[in-house]
């Protein structure tokens, strides 16, 4: 997926960077829980896939709240859900679901999305206070 430039005005959700990433970790979390054992099927695979939904959920969100304050919340709730995959796939990992391979791959994914997710708060947080 190819991303705008950052100079470019963001006109829906699907413009931010944060759920550009978000949504390939969802693809990635789909694919990797097609190989779970059958047994997870209600168990760490609907976990994990639900967290990584939730993720892009939030940033969409929190891109039509109008206040800088609901759009932080929105933001940060989809931090926690990000954090939440981190902790699932450490599990998945731990348990021999994912290989590591998979997993850096994944794992270094959540990362950037932290990255711009903090990036994304703290700049709607410091819009709030330009704007006060």
């Known amino acids: 997926m190819e991303y705008k430039a950052n100079y470019q005005k963001i006109k829906t959700f699907r413009d931010l960077v944060s ?9 990635m979390v789909y694919e990797i829980t097609k190989t779970f054992p059958r047994e997870e099927t209600f168990g760490l695979t609907t ?28 933001y940060t709730m989809a931090l926690g859900s990000l954090t ?14 994912i290989k590591i ?25 410091f819009k709030k206070f330009l704007n006060s």
Do not use: M, P
Request: charged share 25%; net charge positive; hydrophobic share 40%.
């Open 19 to 27: 759920w550009q990433e978000g949504h390939n970790l969802v693809l």
């Open 47 to 74: 976990q994990l896939r639900r967290a990584a939904v939730s993720c892009t959920s939030n940033i969409a969100e929190g891109f039509s709240r109008l206040t800088a304050n609901d759009k932080a919340h929105f």
């Open 84 to 97: 939440e995959i981190q902790s699932q796939l450490e599990i998945a990992k731990d348990i021999g679901y």
């Open 101 to 125: 391979n998979n997993y850096n791959e994944l794992e270094l994914k959540a990362i950037k999305i932290h990255k711009v997710l903090n990036g994304l708060i703290k700049g709607t947080r």
